[in-house]
């Protein structure tokens, strides 16, 4: 979930142009295109809505954790960084609130919470995915200093917590009873890659154990399960959204060509329709297919499928014809997005994340 900006298609010629030049004029002022024009409403609202000691919370004070490494990324995707930029002091203030936060067992967040204790990896991999952005961009040297501890702390707390199978549950293996699914496996994955991609030391079978679970998730038809806990795979039984947020972490790590790759971005394609209003997880099943198709872009899937008519290809270009038209009917006046139950702070950064992946600057949404 950018619109095309709609140019004049007439042009008037002045017959007095060819008998002599026109009178010098000021250059016209360039039409900012409508897409910025969200982004910058979203963004100042996020800014409006940031608690003071620095973070966002969801419905009813609900996943801080989340919500404050979800919105803090937006920032960042805007070209901010900590010394310099529109929400640099916003993001510092999310930096520090998160920073005063890590426990000493690598944990990301506050397992006390009562909103986040039954739920706390979401927050973990996602505040993993905000800390390791920001670490390769900070230049104080004793706050990257505590910024490296706090990373591989929580690297480690994410090795430790992987099920036996190779995936991450609600919480720990430990806490939840060697419990695995999907959507925290992909969150878990994806905040591996950025660490990685910062320089933290990340463990080979980590990442290997992780990728084993999602292709041991995939049926035949080429959609990933939600849990391999309670047994093996069957067609039928495949999630869209979890099938979406496997292909984006397949493409993060350059894994265009991966046999399961292509069958997890065939069933999508077959799947999943595009700003045709709200559908089952449908933010999360577009926070991450976005992510799929930027990488992508307009010629991969072709390459991927040498066979298929072009017409057919799926393409980021034509991604964004349909889905930012979308998205700038479902904005509200203030710069937000209220869809689903998790509440605006979400649904907002959800939808920021998805407008900015064309300016390209975080490495963990590169193509």
């Not at 640099?88 to 944990?107: C, E, H, I, Y």
């Not at 939840?176 to 994806?190: A, M, R, V």
């Not at 926070?287 to 008519?309: I, N, S, T």
């Not at 479902?330 to 702070?345: E, F, K, L, R």
């Amino acid at each position: 979930m950018a619109l095309r900006v709609r140019w004049p298609s007439s042009i008037l010629v002045a017959l007095a142009f060819v008998a002599a030049p026109a009178p010098a004029q000021e250059p016209a002022a360039k039409k900012k295109p409508d897409h910025d024009a969200m982004i910058d409403k979203g963004l100042e609202w996020l800014k409006k809505n940031q608690a003071a000691d620095g973070h966002w919370e969801a419905q009813g004070g609900q996943y801080p954790t989340s919500m404050t490494a979800l919105a803090g990324m937006c920032m960042l995707m805007e070209g901010s960084t900590l010394r310099e930029g529109k929400y640099s002091d916003n993001l510092v203030k999310a930096v520090t609130w998160f920073m005063a936060r890590a426990q000493p067992n690598g944990l990301i967040g506050n397992p006390n919470n009562p909103t986040e204790s039954s739920r706390y990896t979401y927050g973990h991999g996602y505040g993993l995915l905000f800390l390791a952005s920001i670490y390769g961009e900070e230049e104080d040297q004793e706050r990257r200093k505590k910024l490296e501890v706090i990373l591989k702390k929580a690297v480690e707390f994410c090795g430790n917590a992987q099920t036996k199978r190779g995936g991450w549950g609600y919480v720990s293996a430990k806490d939840g009873s060697d419990f695995d699914e999907g959507s925290t496996t992909i969150t878990q994955l994806q905040a591996i890659r950025a660490a990685k991609n910062a320089g933290i030391p990340v463990k080979k079978e980590i990442i290997d154990n992780a990728t084993k679970y999602l292709r041991d998730c995939t049926t035949a038809r080429g959609g990933i399960i939600y849990s391999l806990a309670n047994g093996g795979v069957a067609n039928g039984q495949e999630r869209p959204a979890l099938t979406a947020a496997a292909v984006a972490a397949a493409f993060s790590a350059g894994q265009y060509k991966d046999e399961y790759a292509m069958k997890w971005i065939k069933y999508c394609k077959d799947n999943i329709p595009i700003g045709k209003g709200r559908l089952s997880h449908d933010e999360y099943q577009s926070y991450y297919f976005a992510q799929a198709l930027y990488v992508l872009g307009d010629d991969r899937y072709g390459e991927m499928f040498p066979k298929e008519a072009k017409s057919g290809w799926l393409t980021w270009s034509g991604y964004k014809e349909a889905m930012f038209d979308y998205l700038k009917t479902q904005q509200n006046q203030d710069g937000s997005w209220t869809s689903g139950y998790i509440g605006p702070v979400y649904s907002t950064a959800v939808n920021l994340t998805i407008l900015q992946l064309d300016k390209g600057i975080l490495p963990i949404y590169h193509r």
